[in-house]
């Protein structure tokens, strides 16, 4: 079946740093990826979204790019702060079939940025 | 604008009870989700409802779960009977809508019901 990958589990960088968490999907078809933060006791909250018809996206200190031949995508937080420090997850949709739409997310990123 | 609400916050609940959350959309969300979370792992969908139908079981462990969402609006999920492999956080999530083809919306998750099954 459909699988995200997310690498690494963990990632720990020094205030001011930058950050990357890097996704591979197995649906050809997934059209949609979207990045969420999940704080301690919360509910996971979107960041930033790219759709396949576009190779990269940018918002303020956080981007995503994406390749689509090799099925990779990634997020990239610049300037680090400690109110980044959170878990962060990869998704990608399904491309087709009767789940088309719905979400595939990653195990998860847990980013510390250290003061 | 009101997020999604979800309640209880937590409950704790001996193997083979039966145990319901419930779940609060945004206004005027017409696709509404339930995602079950364990620990150390992303959200994996159970059950998605458009307005008050279902589009997708697929992954819902029909022999225990069983979720509704009368008149479209808010949803309940029950389990019933609890196993030790339930212990999850069981997430509510709602989008505007779900278009044909696949479309996909933002979805804006509630804080979740944490469950304990001793």
């Known amino acids: 079946g459909e699988n995200v990958e997310q690498h690494p589990s963990t990632l720990s960088v020094q205030e001011g740093d930058s950050a990357v968490i890097k996704c591979t999907y197995s649906d050809s078809a997934s059209n949609y990826f979207p990045w969420y933060k999940q704080e301690l006791g919360k509910g996971p909250q979107l960041i930033i979204d790219i759709r396949s018809n576009v190779g990269e996206k940018k918002d303020q200190r956080i981007a995503v790019t994406l390749n689509k031949t090799a099925k990779h995508f990634s997020l990239h937080i610049t300037e680090t702060q400690p109110e980044d420090s959170a878990v962060y997850f990869c998704a990608a949709s399904i491309g087709y079939g009767g789940s088309q739409g719905n979400l595939i997310f990653g195990k998860g990123t847990k980013l510390s940025v250290k003061p | 604008e009101a997020g999604v609400a979800q309640s209880p916050r937590y409950k704790i609940i001996e193997k083979r009870q039966s145990v319901a959350f419930w779940c609060n959309p945004i206004s005027g969300h017409a696709t509404l989700y339930w995602y079950q979370q364990i620990l150390g792992q992303g959200p994996k969908l159970l059950i998605q409802?458009?307005?008050?139908?279902?589009v997708d079981d697929s992954q819902l462990p029909k022999d225990r779960f069983s979720a509704e969402r009368l008149k479209g609006v808010d949803s309940t999920l029950k389990i019933q009977p609890a196993k030790l492999e339930d212990s999850a956080v069981y997430l509510c999530?709602?989008?505007?809508?779900w278009g044909s083809g696949g479309t996909q919306e933002t979805q804006y998750f509630g804080p979740g019901t944490r469950l304990l099954v001793l």
């Open positions: 999530a709602s989008s505007t809508r």
């Open positions: 409802f458009q307005n008050n139908g279902v």
